[in-house]
């Protein structure tokens, strides 16, 4: 199983940038998909989920508004669109998958089997 995420890159404050997470080695269409990310010298924060039908996304609020969390199911992949971004966006961004009877995932990184490799997002001001 892997996941694969791309779509990073250096950017200026204000501007958007898409991320993209595909899903190889099996289908995750029954399970939410979360996006983490990891800044300098931080832990591993929460940044979006989104229930398996997409019917149910959730934030952290420093993202509320400004980040779009989706999938598509029939790629077996999801994205996260990233409007008006900040150097407080600056990080590694992380997809992810839970697995066995975890359908709905969580906000903690422990509930989650499957990470892509990470792509670097990079905001300067």
């Known amino acids: 199983v892997q996941l694969q995420a791309s779509g990073g890159g250096l950017v200026q404050s204000g501007d958007a940038l898409r991320l993209s997470c595909e899903a190889y080695g099996r289908s995750f269409r029954s399970y939410a998909l979360a996006w983490f990310r990891q800044g300098p010298g931080k832990e591993r924060e929460f940044v979006a989920l989104?229930?398996?039908?997409?019917?149910?996304?959730r934030y952290t609020d420093s993202v509320e508004g400004r980040f779009t969390i989706s999938r598509d199911n029939a790629k077996n992949a999801v994205y996260l669109q990233m409007n008006s971004l900040k150097p407080d966006d600056t990080a590694v961004y992380y997809c992810?998958?839970?697995?066995?009877?975890?359908?709905?995932?969580?906000?903690?990184?422990?509930?989650?089997?499957?990470w892509g490799q990470g792509t670097l997002v990079t905001v300067s001001s």
């Open positions: 989104i229930s398996w039908n997409g019917g149910y996304t």
């Open positions: 992810a998958a839970p697995s066995g009877a975890n359908y709905g995932g969580g906000y903690g990184p422990e509930n989650y089997d499957f």
